[in-house]
T-cell receptor, first 114, second 113 residues
Framework: DQQVKQNSPSLSVQEGRISILNCDYTNSMFDYFLWYKKYPAEGPTFLIS?????DKNEDGRFTVFLNKSAKHLSLHIVPSQPGDSAVYFCAASPRRGSARQLTFGSGTQLTVLP | DSGVTQTPKHLITATGQRVTLRCSPR?????VYWYQQSLDQGLQFLIQ???????AKGNILERFSAQQFPDLHSELNLSSLELGDSALYFC????????????FGPGTRLTVT
């Protein structure tokens, strides 16, 4: 049972254009969402997060949008750069006591073409 | 560099064997998390330790166990290994028990032959 789904395994975008990565979730207990970026042979790197009390969070070129009614979030990268080419994982977390465990999607490989 | 270190980077072993993966969290982080990433899968949460105590448990097999030591480093022990245990094992750390932002190590690639 995949509680966090990234339905696009890959995405190619031209440099300078917008990259939009999508993520859907099924568990209504999730209240915190994160995006991680992963380069080959490295661990995932935290990129940006959003709490369920917000619908948008922005950090430089990266913006995450959350649509709670649709159980959908997206990551927008504007403008896309070749260095953004990586696998992007969406993750979600419920609050269980004081512990948080992350449930990850299967990832989307973003390729930014020069 | 996230500040989280994992050893070894690669491990090749045979079915039925036992291995230990080691993780040192970022300086000041009290929580350690273990994740498994199998081929074409997202990261699966295994277990969390906070300041030496088990905090949360995910899809961790009974053949697997972990602990966190007084110096806060953690070890993941995998025993009676099967071919299906071949995967990347990541360790992450965070400051508190609430792992809002977890910082990941580079992973240990385990191959069971």
């Amino acid at each position: 049972d995949q509680q966090v789904k990234q339905n696009s395994p890959s995405l190619s975008v031209q440099e300078g254009r917008i990259s939009i990565l999508n993520c859907d979730y099924t568990n209504s207990m999730f209240d915190y969402f994160l995006w991680y970026k992963k380069y080959p042979a490295e661990g995932p790197t935290f990129l940006i997060s959003i709490s369920s009390i917000k619908d948008k969070n922005e950090d430089g070129r990266f913006t995450v949008f959350l649509n709670k009614s649709a159980k959908h979030l997206s990551l927008h990268i504007v403008p896309s750069q070749p260095g953004d080419s990586a696998v992007y994982f969406c993750a979600a977390s419920p609050r269980r006591g004081s512990a948080r465990q992350l449930t990850f999607g299967s990832g989307t490989q973003l390729t930014v073409l020069p | 560099d996230s500040g989280v270190t994992q050893t070894p980077k690669h491990l090749i072993t045979a079915t039925g064997q036992r291995v230990t993966l080691r993780c040192s969290p970022r300086s000041g982080d009290l929580s350690v998390y273990w994740y498994q990433q199998s081929l074409d899968q997202g990261l699966q949460f295994l277990i969390q330790y906070y300041n030496g105590e088990e905090r949360a448990k995910g899809n961790i097999l009974e053949r697997f166990s972990a602990q966190q030591f007084p110096d806060l480093h953690s070890e993941l022990n995998l025993s009676s290994l099967e071919l299906g245990d071949s995967a990347l094992y990541f360790c992450a750390s965070s400051v508190g028990a609430d792992g809002y932002e977890q910082y990941f190590g580079p992973g240990t690639r385990l191959t069971v032959t």
